[in-house]
């Protein structure tokens, strides 16, 4: 079902800390600006990867998932997607849809700005925002299918979840991965809104720089995980490079990174 209009319960947020409530907020560009440098560009493959990860949500039985914010940038036509929430909806999820403008990216910048501006405008002006506690926030063309065991293994309460990793070589350094995290209402508004402003040509560039340099000062505190407690896999298609994410190499590094969590959950892969 679409969103009807609703209002937030007093205190909620205060008397749920111990079992966070969730709203997942699917990401979407069906139409890319010029510059993005994507070569899954064509808008009519993009919207059906977008319908294809909608239907996967809308059935998906864990409640990470029960509550979904719908974010698209490019004031592309959202009909189809608003048609699947009505008439292919088994479980009756509440599914709000926000046309966000702003898909233009800055010189200097790549399209992790035109992500975070998305999120900045869209979260402000959404209704089951106030009806939760957490956001998720999942690339709105790909499924995580461990996204619901990821939360269950991680300890209540907890402020933020995102798998940061060392980068591979000849790269140095680290980053995180934004393709799905999770965060209180609460740390986004303190942390991460408006941080878009930082991103430039050089050392924060790409968007997985500018989580990893905001959310980095908060290892070790509690309730603050920058390791996810098992691998969460996308499945679909890269945006950047149209390749699947089902090739022998990324089946590698997802076993490696696997033993990796259980022998070594210290060391970042």
Not at 45 to 70: S, T
Not at 239 to 259: D, E, M, P, W
Request: glycine share 8%; charged share 25%; aromatic share 10%.
């Amino acid at each position: 079902m679409t969103l009807m209009a609703s209002r937030e319960i007093p205190g909620q947020l205060g008397a749920i800390a111990q079992a966070p409530t969730y709203l997942l907020v699917m990401t979407a560009t069906i139409v890319p600006a010029a510059g993005a440098g994507v070569k899954r560009a064509d808008p009519e493959v993009r919207l059906e990867d977008y319908k294809q990860a909608l239907r996967f949500w809308l059935k998906y039985e864990h409640p990470c998932a029960d509550r979904i914010l719908l974010l698209e940038n490019s004031g592309a036509d959202l009909a189809d997607l608003r048609a699947i929430a009505d008439s292919e909806n088994p479980r009756g999820k509440r599914v709000e849809f926000l046309s966000v403008p702003g898909n233009q990216i800055p010189a200097g910048s790549n399209y992790g700005y035109t992500e975070m501006q998305m999120l900045d405008e869209g979260l402000a002006q959404s209704e089951l925002r106030r009806q939760t506690t957490h956001m998720i926030k999942v690339t709105g063309r790909l499924i995580f299918p461990a996204l619901g065991k990821a939360l269950d293994r991680t300890p209540k309460p907890f402020e933020l979840l995102v798998d940061c990793r060392k980068l591979g070589f000849p790269r140095s350094g680290f980053d995180a991965s934004v393709q799905v995290f999770s965060c209180s209402h609460a740390f986004y508004d303190r942390v991460l809104r408006d941080s878009k402003r930082e991103m430039n040509s050089t050392d924060v560039r790409l968007l997985e720089h500018l989580i990893y340099r905001k959310v980095a000062p908060f290892q070790g505190q509690p309730g603050m995980y920058l390791r996810f407690p098992c691998n969460v896999e996308p499945v679909g298609y890269s945006g950047f490079k149209a390749k699947s994410y089902n090739t022998l190499g990324a089946r590698i590094t997802r076993v490696v990174r696997a033993i990796v969590r259980v022998v070594a959950p210290a060391y970042w892969f």
